[in-house]
């Protein structure tokens, strides 16, 4: 089972309790857990690496001077433009899986991010190609009345063109203020270096996260029968 302990708008609700009945209800015999803090016991769970979600507010200020050149420098030799899934999209993402560390659950994530493209209407995928070669591609999703979402962004290791992230990255917050988005959740830091991208765009941390791996008993017969 995996439990979101975040929020749903203004209501705190009660995080603990919502634990405990979904867990007496589903029996899972493992719990991945998100939320802003772990209220378990330090002892009862494996914790995972900390990260904070970012958020750039919209509209966005005039852009700073690095800034701008990047996107300059991204527009002198790529176009972006909407795209579809396709064959070089795939070998761009094997490339970034090859020769990092990943868990398998995150892998899966990765490898089937064209079905999730395929069957969800708002997300929109933005290539940035010279001619016909993919430099780089990003993912957004506009399925929120009052904020976009930065999913991923893959450049192609083989084909470098310097700013084609900074470019993609222009063109999704042009997308967001067309459509009335307020803000732009960008995701978590995950990294250095990604999370100095975010904030050279303007995006500041506005939502904690933790994570945390709960093995619970291994769930009797009798236990699965009533489930059945």
């Known amino acids: 089972m995996m439990f979101i302990g975040f929020p749903l708008g203004h209501s705190s609700g009660d995080t603990a309790q919502a634990y405990i009945s979904a867990c007496q209800r589903c029996k899972p015999a493992t719990v991945s857990i998100i939320a802003p803090e772990i209220w378990l016991a330090e002892d009862d769970y494996e914790k995972q690496p900390a990260d904070t979600y970012y958020r750039l507010e919209l509209p966005l200020d005039a852009l700073q001077t690095e800034v701008a050149y990047m996107v300059r420098r991204g527009q002198r030799e790529l176009v972006v433009s909407k795209g579809h899934f396709g064959r070089d999209h795939k070998h761009i993402v094997k490339a970034f899986l090859k020769g990092r560390q990943f868990t398998p659950e995150q892998i899966h994530l990765f490898k089937h991010l064209h079905s999730y493209l395929k069957h969800c209407p708002s997300a ?64 978590l830091a995950i990294n250095a270096g990604i999370r100095r991208f975010k904030e050279k765009w303007g995006g500041v941390p506005f939502l904690p996260y933790e994570a945390a791996l709960v093995y619970r008993e291994t769930q009797g017969l009798g236990d699965l029968a009533q489930k059945l």
């Open 124 to 187: 929109v995928l933005l290539d940035a190609r010279k001619g016909g070669r993919l430099a780089a591609f990003t993912v957004l999703d506009l399925g929120s009345a009052d904020y976009a979402f930065y999913i991923f962004n893959f450049r192609s290791t083989k084909f470098n063109i310097p700013g084609s992230s900074d470019l993609l990255f222009r063109e999704m917050v042009n997308i967001a203020q067309s459509n009335g988005k307020k803000a732009i959740n960008l995701g």
